[in-house]
């Protein structure tokens, strides 16, 4: 069997509740070396940054970049040069250029770049697919709510440019409906709700359109207590399919099928495995668009009402 040696750049929340316990599911993958410079993990060798890690550790197959959003272009960058895989939590990036430009260098240099959307590997994702192939969407309804105190506590990035405010969770869902959509989509209107001082939003209205009219309304807010409310509702000709606990809960017109405990950083780290054996990228910047959309007509329509 394939074996490959990872190092993670950022120790931080996800890591924690997410990506150790993942990693250590995942037969052929071996977390061998951190980098950060406020935190290291016991029995791991720790490093406080990246160059150093890379340095240090020369015989990395890849590397997986946690960190908050606005520094994973230059770490990915860093990384990709020096012939690593690299693994990018969502989103891959603060723009739409910097996510671009690590997809063409990956290419040029033909290594592995994985944008780890990791929502579509919820449990309920794959059955959801299975049954809309052979449906028509009339449309779509997401509530996306959780309370950014519990699930970004002391993260004053998130509220800085390039730390997304809600859409963070948002796009969760953005790539859960892009995947699960058999047409693309297009947005018509945003209203986002941006606290002063910050230069992201804490809440988003977000309605979307396909080309034939179909309807596609996004509710995203970081002011719901919790427990959050991660949910979507798929209308076809022919049945009602609701997504609950962010894909955890599938249930089809009204019968759950699927209610299962949250794995997706599992799935995350399974395909990464098959995509570092196959040698092939995975990057997917659809969900990131939409939100760069979102971004310049929402803030677009915020001066017009300044001005008027």
């Not at 290291?40 to 160059?51: N, S």
């Not at 449990?123 to 996306?144: C, E, F, S």
């Not at 001082?197 to 207590?225: M, W, Y």
Request: net charge negative.
């Amino acid at each position: 069997m394939s074996h490959f040696r990872l190092g993670i750049v950022g120790v931080g929340k996800i890591v924690r509740d997410q990506h150790l316990a993942a990693i250590e599911a995942t037969p052929g993958i071996e977390l061998v070396a951190v980098a950060d410079p406020f935190a290291e993990l016991p029995g791991i060798a720790g490093y406080a940054d990246l160059a150093a890690m890379l340095e240090a550790e020369p015989d990395l197959d890849a590397i997986a970049i946690c960190t908050p959003t606005h520094l994973r272009h230059e770490l990915a960058r860093q990384a990709l040069v020096h012939g690593k895989a690299v693994l990018l939590e969502k989103p891959p990036g603060a723009t739409l250029a910097e996510t671009e430009d690590l997809k063409a260098l990956a290419e040029a240099n033909g290594s592995v770049l994985f944008a780890a959307w990791h929502s579509r590997f919820a449990p309920g994702i794959r059955r959801a697919l299975d049954w809309l192939k052979d449906r028509t969407v009339t449309a779509v309804t997401i509530d996306w709510h959780e309370d950014v105190r519990v699930w970004h506590p002391g993260q004053d990035w998130i509220w800085a440019a390039g730390g997304m405010g809600v859409f963070d969770p948002g796009i969760n869902a953005l790539s859960i409906i892009t995947q699960l959509m058999p047409a693309p989509f297009f947005l018509k209107h945003a209203d986002l709700e941006v606290p002063e001082n910050c230069q992201t939003p804490i809440a988003a209205k977000l309605s979307f359109s396909t080309a034939d009219g179909v309807a596609v309304d996004a509710d995203f807010d970081f002011r719901h207590e919790d427990p959050p409310r991660w949910d979507m509702r798929i209308e076809t000709e022919t049945g009602v399919l609701t997504l609950e606990g962010g894909g955890a809960r599938l249930i089809l017109d009204g019968d759950v099928v699927i209610d299962e405990p949250e794995r997706e950083y599992q799935g995350v780290y399974a395909h990464f495995f098959e995509l570092l054996k196959a040698g092939e990228s995975d990057v997917d910047i659809a969900p990131l668009r939409h939100l760069a959309d979102a971004a310049l007509l929402g803030h677009r329509r915020t001066v017009e009402a300044f001005i008027e």
